[in-house]
């Protein structure tokens, strides 16, 4: 993982003592509402529902175990003993007290982090694939481009005050697990025919209320030149992004009212200009970044027999391997996925006593290192295939080995209506009551692999639209129901799903997951997962079981009644 050197420190360690001073003077009433409002914005520290909510960054996802300590040191002293993975792999806090906040950023930057850019029309944290440097498909480890992308848009005085936020994600494996398809830049480091390597750069994808696929605008920027290029990207969006509409803001609108081919002759242009200049990389600055990610060395190792041995008797073993193992790059050596997706708690969140325990197992077996993903889930990137059978037990013991991992249950969900103050529905207690409905493990094994995202409103923070099922939390007169989508998908395949019709109650979901599910499992064929169903019989078929089966569960009530 990534080590500071005295520049990364210095500017986080002057960041803390600059906003304890203006948080300081705000509280002595020196600073008003208004003047204070952007300079909290600039550490993470948002005005919610109940109280105010931190964001922290956590660069593309990788933490180390004196991090989570600190994690659970906060979650426990300075919020309501809980902490929340979110879907941008970031972690946020919902019940500091604003008076706290400058301690926990000094406790934050003693341990090298901070919450800089997690908030704000700037570029935010960089995310990618959890796997990164352990993945058996990875082509080049992405880490350390997102470092340099990290160290490069830090405070980079021209991209302070964009049209809107910006985000920007890299896939280094041939199967894409950072979603660069949502993201306002999506990088995909690839080969060219001569074997030189360099970015694949998609522009334009987002979420939220206008969902967009992000398109191709280069087949292959040299690496030597991405930061030019990205730079060429931004000062066309920060010369011509709307800024008179918040609404309208975002990249993905620019590049779809220019249209791909002028957005991108445009980006060439302004590109002529930067082309060489004082961003371009070599590989000196590469091998810097890269030298200070003190990753274990790992050599091959015999496969382990008492692991297969393990797994030919213990059926519960066998369960958990299978959805929450993952073939890692070295022989001998697999990732691990740790789900925070319990039965019963809110999607993400770990207890302060499970930060420290999580700690505990990353320094035993995993080389004192874990990465966030953005299903809200972490991972044990490098763990002995001998230890794995140690580490289930243990995991089990703290809550965090349900084998769920890419089934029904394993669902994403924004914070909706119990926290967003933007929310126009709960989105947790939804899903809390969908997993409810499936508890049963074979089940959900025989359902197979099934993505629900859940939003609480049209900001798609629960990244609703690219669920294999996607809940939406609409309101309606006052009142909370919910929009329901299919075939939406990320990775290679990235989808949009398609509304099924109108919005249902609350209570309803449960009932209308399992219509969906019971009308895939009488078309499926042989082991077909749910989005290939949907992508190869329609939407159709899904929508008329559902709202018969709802029309007669209605009826069925009134009936009753009478
Ligand atoms: C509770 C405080 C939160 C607030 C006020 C908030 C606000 C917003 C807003 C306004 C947007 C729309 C931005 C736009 O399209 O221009 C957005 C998007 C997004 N938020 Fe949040 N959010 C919150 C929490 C979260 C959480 C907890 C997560 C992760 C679980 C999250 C992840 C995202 C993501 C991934 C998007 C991107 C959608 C896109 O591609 O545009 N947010 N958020
Ligand atoms: S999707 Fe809406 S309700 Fe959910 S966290 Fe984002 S802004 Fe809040």
Request: some cysteine; charged content about 30%; proline content about 7%.
């Given at each position: 993982m990534y080590q500071y050197d005295e520049y990364d420190q210095r500017i986080v360690d002057e960041r803390v003592a600059q906003f304890a001073d203006q948080t300081r003077r705000y509280l002595a009433g020196e600073l008003t509402e208004d003047e204070f409002r952007p300079l909290r914005l600039q550490n993470g520290l948002y005005i919610q529902r109940h109280a105010p909510m931190l964001r922290i960054a956590v660069p593309y996802g990788n933490l180390n175990s004196k991090q989570l300590r600190t994690l659970g040191h906060i979650a426990r002293t300075?919020?309501?003993?809980y902490g929340h993975i979110t879907t941008r792999q970031n972690v946020q806090f919902n019940w500091p007290r604003l008076e706290d906040v400058p301690e926990i950023l000094d406790q934050l930057a003693k341990v090298q982090m901070h919450a800089i850019q997690?908030?704000?029309?700037c570029i935010r944290n960089v995310t990618s694939d959890p796997?990164?440097?352990?993945?058996?498909?990875?082509?080049?480890?992405?880490r350390p481009w997102c470092e340099i992308l990290r160290q490069w848009s830090t405070f980079h005085p021209e991209f302070a005050f964009l049209p809107r936020k910006f985000k920007i994600a890299v896939n280094g494996a041939k199967?894409?697990?950072?979603?660069?398809?949502?993201?306002d830049i999506g990088l995909d480091i690839v080969h060219n025919a001569a074997g030189e390597l360099g970015f694949r750069v998609l522009v334009g994808g987002g979420l939220g209320r206008t969902p967009i696929i992000g398109e191709e605008v280069a087949a292959f920027v040299p690496w030597q030149q991405i930061l030019n290029y990205c730079e060429a990207i931004l000062r066309v969006y920060n010369l011509?992004?709307?800024?008179?509409?918040a609404y309208k803001a975002r990249i993905k609108i620019l590049v779809k009212a220019l249209g791909v081919p002028e957005f991108a002759r445009q980006v060439e242009e302004e590109f002529a200009h930067l082309?060489?200049?004082?961003?371009t990389l070599t590989q000196a600055e590469i091998d810097r970044v890269a030298g200070r990610f003190n990753d274990p060395v790992l050599s091959a190792l015999a496969q382990d027999a008492g692991y297969r041995a393990r797994l030919a008797e213990d059926k519960a073993f066998a369960a958990w391997a299978r959805r929450n193992v993952r073939n890692h790059r070295v022989q001998g050596y697999a990732s691990v996925v740790l789900s925070?997706?319990?039965?019963?708690?809110?999607?993400g969140d770990l207890t302060a006593d499970q930060f420290d325990a999580v700690a505990e197992l990353a320094d035993r077996y995993a080389f004192g290192e874990v990465r966030s993903t953005h299903e809200q889930n972490i991972v044990l990137a490098s763990v002995r295939e001998a230890d794995l059978f140690a580490l289930w037990q243990e995991a089990r013991a703290i809550g965090?080995?349900?084998?769920?991992?890419?089934?029904?249950?394993d669902i994403i969900s924004c914070p909706g209506g119990d926290f967003c103050a933007l929310a126009n529905a709960k989105s947790i207690p939804i899903a809390n009551a969908i997993q409810d409905r499936f508890d049963n493990l074979d089940y959900l094994f025989d359902i197979g692999e099934l993505e629900i995202n859940i939003s609480?409103?049209?900001?798609?923070c629960g990244h609703h639209h690219v669920g294999h099922i996607g809940i939406l939390g609409v309101d309606k007169n006052g009142e909370e129901f919910y929009q329901v989508t299919i075939g939406g998908d990320q990775g290679n395949q990235t989808t949009l799903g398609k509304v099924i019709g109108p919005s249902f109650a609350a209570a309803e979901m449960p009932d209308v997951i399992s219509s969906l599910i019971n009308n895939f499992i009488d078309n499926?064929?042989?082991?077909?997962?749910f989005i290939d169903t949907v992508r190869r019989i329609g939407v159709e078929s899904f929508k008329t079981r559902v709202y018969a089966e709802r029309t007669a569960r209605l009826e069925a009530k009134e009936i009753a009644h009478v």
């Open positions: 300075y919020d309501r003993g997690t908030s704000g029309n796997f990164a440097g352990v993945a058996a498909d990875e082509i080049v480890d992405p199967e894409d697990r950072a979603v660069i398809r949502v993201h011509h992004g709307r800024r008179d509409n082309k060489d200049g004082p961003s925070l997706k319990p039965y019963g708690v809110a999607p965090l080995a349900t084998p769920n991992i890419g089934l029904l249950t609480g409103c049209m900001n798609a499926r064929q042989d082991d077909e997962r």
